[in-house]
């Protein structure tokens, strides 16, 4: 069963920095891997996705990696803002029809 | 351009009412998923359809969930009778399925906020 880590839980910084999410997932065999943006009460907002032929994904100031042998994803947010506040969660897909299993999420927030 | 619609967005009902949870997919997708998200078990999904037709419900709770999608723009997930464990907030979500070309980005609505008293 794929089982999928986000650690840590909650994460703050000051306004500027630039960070680095993790995610682990125990099996190798995935579709794709998809990182989201949650606000509190919203729906979750399609950040990036890596196919498994891919290494990363570029939009703007982020960047998702990707590595299947190790069972990791890092998601890269350059020059941190307040904006940027907010739970970041990791789904890995498997098979064709890529049946998503979620991490737990990573709380952000980026003080002023 | 309009994105996953569900409706109500938020439902507040007595333990043992049925409750009949509504989504429109994204035109033109024909993947559609139903999860439901809690602060103890996070986001786990329910059931999910591909072409109208269900392929997997194995994380549906119980019996007394039921999901159906009668074309390829509507589905509902029911509760019937609802408990009040059943509370958390439920997502609909669509995707369109590119067969070997590993994309089907998942596009979530905004979710029913569910409440059972």
């Known amino acids: 069963k794929q089982e999928v880590t986000q650690i840590p839980a909650a994460l703050s910084v000051p306004e500027g920095e630039n960070l680095v999410l993790n995610c682990s997932f125990t099996d190798s065999a995935i579709y794709n891997l998809q990182w989201f943006r949650q606000d509190p009460g919203k729906g979750l907002t399609s950040l990036l996705l890596i196919q498994s032929s891919q290494r990363e994904q570029t939009s703007g100031r982020l960047n998702a990696s990707l590595d299947k042998s190790s069972g990791r994803s890092t998601l890269y947010i350059a020059a941190s803002q307040p904006g940027d506040s907010a739970t970041y969660l990791c789904?890995?897909?498997?098979?064709?029809?890529?049946?998503?299993?979620f991490g737990k999420g990573i709380t952000l927030s980026v003080r002023p | 351009d309009a994105g996953v619609i569900q409706s109500p967005r938020h439902e507040v009902t007595e333990m043992g009412q049925e409750v009949t949870l509504r989504c429109k997919p994204i035109s033109g997708h024909n993947s559609l998923f139903w999860y439901r998200q809690t602060m103890m078990r996070g986001l786990e999904l329910l059931i999910y359809f591909n072409n109208n037709v269900p392929i997997d419900d194995s994380g549906m709770p119980e019996d007394r969930f039921s999901a159906k999608m009668p074309n390829a723009s509507f589905s509902t997930l029911k509760i019937q009778p609802s408990e009040p464990r059943d509370s958390a907030v439920y997502f609909c979500a669509s995707s369109s399925q590119l067969g070997g070309s590993g994309s089907n980005e998942q596009f979530f609505g905004p979710g029913t906020r569910l409440t059972v008293l």
């Open positions: 789904a890995v897909g498997v098979g064709a029809n890529s049946k998503l299993t």
